[in-house]
């Protein structure tokens, strides 16, 4: 379930470019991006690793860790290095949160992401801590999200051409 963030992404962009208005994929995508902003910030303030390496299990973010510290790292595989805070948190609430209202894909939804965000101790190496800032992180994103949405909305673009071929921009 941990590993299955990509494929629930996806298929939310799917459900939402066909059911729903496109405002929930500008939704979801704005509270990833705003989360990531976040997320890579936190990190480089606070760079941690999982509680494998307190039982002295190798932990594939140490190495990369330490590697980057040690300026040795060439080529950086395509795996996880953010403990704090849980990215993946976050993506689960922005999914949940986002699928408000669609009585189809909701319940699915919740259930799924409900049961991600419990692996998301073991399989993902995180503290519980984590998951409190990738919560955090969530809650903000969204707020900022629905703040960046509101403000666009102060004006209504109407893409239908004049007769003097113009887009024009009226106040809603």
Not at 3 to 28: G, K, M, Q, W
Request: glycine content about 8%; overall charge positive.
């Amino acid at each position: 379930m941990y590993e299955s963030h990509t494929v629930v992404a996806l298929s939310s962009i799917c459900v939402f470019a066909f059911v729903r208005p496109a405002d929930r994929n500008y939704e979801l995508l704005l509270v990833y991006l705003i989360g990531l902003v976040f997320t890579v910030t936190l990190f480089g303030i606070f760079p941690t690793l999982g509680p494998a390496s307190l039982i002295g299990q190798p932990a594939l973010q140490q190495q990369i860790l330490e590697q980057l510290r040690a300026r040795q790292l060439t080529n950086l595989s395509y795996d996880g290095i953010v403990s704090f805070p849980s990215y993946h948190t976050l993506m689960a609430i922005a999914v949940i949160y986002t699928h408000r209202g669609i009585r189809l894909t909701f319940w699915p939804m919740l259930l799924w992401n409900g049961g991600m965000l419990i692996t998301v101790p073991f399989g993902g190496d995180h503290y519980a801590t984590d998951m409190v800032g990738g919560a955090a992180i969530a809650a903000l994103s969204i707020a900022l999200a629905r703040a960046v949405a509101n403000a666009g909305s102060l004006f209504e673009v109407s893409t239908r051409l004049q007769p003097n071929h113009t887009i024009k921009f009226k106040a809603v």
